[in-house]
């Protein structure tokens, strides 16, 4: 079974640092520059928050960052604010145009 | 702005049909990728189908290989999702997305439409 294993859940106070992390199994390598992560809140569309591992796509905060150890990616958000309340996904690329999404972290803040 | 909107979500009994359009808007459609995502209720999101812009490449998750089948109109700037054989399952919220690159990253999103698959 190919999958991204991420914590079911994440809090910190505003203006802490938090930590998701995204571990691949089985046929799933997590690479620098295959690893994507989404913002979701419930109701609204997905948003792509970091692409190609560490890479922010234009108009997302610079508070967000991607980083990658071993077979585990992870994205920091800093300085949390009430806003960053939402899911998260990590997504690997598989090959041929199909993509798998990790389990969805539900950060709180506090 | 770029849009997505997607529609046709519906109440549908098991084994039955349904056809899931987006419509999009903003952008040169024909130029990109385009990607079914669901979302389960209470589950994460789950990688569906993809096709190119011209149409010529087609993928499915081993979940729905066989039943469903993408498509689009680039002259009507939308993709299809033609659902057969639906299972329970397959209840979920439908999200369209704009590919990046050439990997077909899920990029821009639709709000998504619901479907229910129940007797």
């Known amino acids: 079974q190919s999958a991204l294993t991420q914590p079911a859940s994440v809090s910190g106070s505003p203006g802490q640092s938090i930590t998701i992390s995204c571990t691949g199994t089985?046929?799933?390598?997590?690479?620098?520059?295959?690893v994507s992560w989404y913002q979701h809140h419930p109701g609204k569309a997905p948003k792509l928050m970091i692409y190609d591992g560490n890479k922010r796509p234009s108009g997302v905060s610079n508070r967000f960052s991607g980083s990658k150890s071993g077979n585990t990616a992870s994205l920091t958000i800093s300085g949390l604010q009430a806003e960053d309340e939402a899911d998260y996904y990590c997504c690997s690329y598989l090959g041929s145009g199909t993509w798998v999404f990790g389990g969805g972290t539900k950060v709180t803040v506090l | 702005e770029m849009q997505l909107l997607e529609s046709g979500g519906d109440l549908v009994q098991p084994g039955g049909s349904l056809r899931l359009s987006c419509a999009a808007s903003?952008?040169?459609?024909?130029?990109?990728?385009m990607t079914w995502v669901r979302q389960r209720p209470g589950k994460g999101l789950e990688w569906v189908s993809a096709i190119s812009g011209t149409g010529g490449n087609i993928y499915y998750a081993d979940s729905v290989q066989g039943r469903f089948i993408i498509s689009r109109d680039n002259s009507k700037n939308t993709v299809y999702l033609q659902m057969n054989s639906l299972r329970v399952e397959d209840t979920a919220v439908y999200h369209c997305a704009k590919g990046r690159g050439e990997r077909w990253l899920p990029h821009h999103w639709g709000q998504g439409t619901l479907v229910t698959v129940s007797s």
């Open positions: 089985g046929r799933v390598v997590v690479t620098d520059d295959l």
């Open positions: 903003g952008f040169t459609f024909s130029s990109y990728a």
